[in-house]
Nanobody, 129 residues
Framework: QVQLVESGGGLAQAGASLSLSCAVSGGTFGTYAMGWFRQALGKEREFVAAISRNAGVTYYLDSVRGRFAISRDNAKNTLYLQMNSLKPEDTAVYYC??????????????????????WGLGTQVTVSS
């Protein structure tokens, strides 16, 4: 059974940085394309960032491009999201997600919520102004 556990959320001031991690167990991490999503209070969950199996390709929501960086360490079965220059509108619960992508090329990434097979429970990020 695949499990995803996010950590690293918390409270930050506008302009500060936070780093999220997502530990994956129960599967072969290197066969998963990975993504980060977020859901603000009263809003639908939205795509934030995605990364291919081999970490060679990344893709971002326009509003976070240049501020956030997604990365992965396949040896540690861990996904990361470095968030810099945080804004109050980044406040949300952040979720990591895994897409079984063994039959896809190493450079595929996915941005649709319903593409993903496994989800973590989320970690709260709150940015104060």
């Amino acid at each position: 059974q695949v499990q995803l556990v996010e950590s690293g959320g918390g409270l930050a001031q506008a302009g500060a940085s936070l780093s999220l991690s997502c530990a994956v167990s129960g599967g072969t991490f290197g066969t998963y394309a990975m993504g980060w999503f977020r859901q603000a209070l009263g809003k639908e969950r939205e795509f934030v960032a995605a990364i291919s199996r081999n970490a060679g390709v990344t893709y971002y929501l326009d509003s976070v491009r240049g501020r956030f960086a997604i990365s992965r360490d396949n040896a540690k079965n861990t996904l990361y999201l470095q968030m810099n220059s945080l804004k109050p509108e980044d406040t949300a619960v952040y979720y990591c997600a895994a897409k079984s992508a063994a039959t896809y090329g190493h450079t595929y990434f996915f941005i649709q919520e319903n593409d993903y097979d496994h989800w973590g429970l989320g970690t709260q990020v709150t940015v104060s102004s």
